[in-house]
Nanobody, 114 residues
């Protein structure tokens, strides 16, 4: 069983930056894609960013501000978040998919507030 553990969340002021990390218990190279979802209070779940072995995709709401990356050697996925806005406040989930099965972390809270 693959386990995903997020870290790096917390409280940050508007305009600040955070870097989320996702550590996998197994090889992330086996995933067709890895990514980050978020769900803010009272809002629908949103796919923030995803990445295959070579191609990254972003939600329009975070383009130019967020950057996803993966380190296969460390079995880790990262989400660099810059120019954070209050509307970025959410629980962020690391995800991976292979063979039609999705794997989810337990979530990491990011709060953007003065």
């Amino acid at each position: 069983q693959v386990q995903l553990v997020e870290s790096g969340g917390g409280l940050v002021q508007p305009g600040g930056s955070l870097r989320l990390s996702c550590a996998a218990s197994g090889s992330i190279s086996s995933f067709n894609a890895v990514g980050w979802y978020r769900q803010a209070p009272g809002k629908e779940r949103e796919l923030v960013a995803s990445i295959t072995r070579t191609l990254a995709n972003y939600a329009n709401t975070v383009k130019g501000r967020f950057s996803i990356s993966r380190d296969n050697a460390k079995n880790s996925v990262y989400l660099q978040m810059n120019s954070l806005k209050p509307e970025d406040t959410s629980v962020y989930y690391c995800t991976g998919g292979k063979c039609g099965i999705g794997y989810w972390g337990t979530g990491n809270l990011v709060t953007v507030s003065s």
